[in-house]
């Protein structure tokens, strides 16, 4: 009994309130837009002293006075962004936020200090939809059989959904959608007075609906511009005659270059071979001119002085020669 009761308890409490936010006007609004909320009963010949609107029954929006001689006061978190119709006391508000989302309510003060609600609206605030990025790129055509694929990407900021569309109808892909409360979609329309195939790429939301599209024909059957043909085609002679004079300079380029670095190279090395011969040569002569001095010389025994086991040494004499010694000899 207890567990029956505290169902038909829930069951009423929430008839109850969705009751209540049923009668509670729901009022969408885009970020960086406006939204008017009006008083919901007929204001005229009421006592009224003060009208006050408020946000979430707890801030203050907006005060009316009708014995002031500044009818309008304006609180600080809404200074630049509200605006207040005398007549009608609608109440009017620019520039929102995502945070400006929440229960917004005005009540009357009369010269007795009597008060009444009369009004009450809920506000939603969303992003717009982005731009929308529309790309189409073939994928396959033959014009004999009259079949054409193509492929669709439709991008909205980080949200995006892509298809392949045919002349028959598009198939999407794949899908990812990161903002809340979007939609997109890829759709194919045929008009049957000119034969062509559209498609359309739609994106919305609560508050924003944006659309962009393209023909098939313009990528299944691109088609040369007849003015453009004559420059394209002057383009292509030029070249075609350019390309072989371009190749043969480059070879020849190539040709110096690598003449230049092995001719360095070679001389480099020659160079270094011919200073080691002659440094080499230079050191045999002396040698070979102090052995002459030593053998030749009237007093060889002052030479090996130093050594008296050298004095009996008997040097072999070397002929003499006219001709000097030639450096590929050593």
Known sequence: MKRCGLILWTCLLAVTVNSVWSEDPLSLGVRGGAVSFSVQMDLRGMDIEFLLWRFNSSYSVLRFSNESKNPLKTYPDYEGRVGLDP?????????????????????????????????????????????LLFSMSLLYFNSSEGFCNVSVVCEAGSSMVSATCDLENCVQVDTSLTLQHLQMGVSLGRDTHTHTHTIYCNASNLVSHRSQWGHMETVCMEEVDPILDPISGLLLVVLDTAAPLFLILLLLLLFCLIKRRRHTGYYDRFTTKAHLKRSFASIELLNIYEFEEFHWSPFPEEVLKGNPADADRKLPLLPQTTEPYSVDQL
Not at 103 to 124: E, F, M
């Open 87 to 131: 007549q009608t006391y609608t109440l009017t508000l620019h520039g929102l936020h995502l945070n400006d989302s929440g229960v917004y309510s005005a009540r009357i003060i009369d010269h007795k200090g009597n008060d009444k609600d009369v009004a009450k609206h809920i506000l939603h605030v969303h992003e717009a939809v982005p731009e």
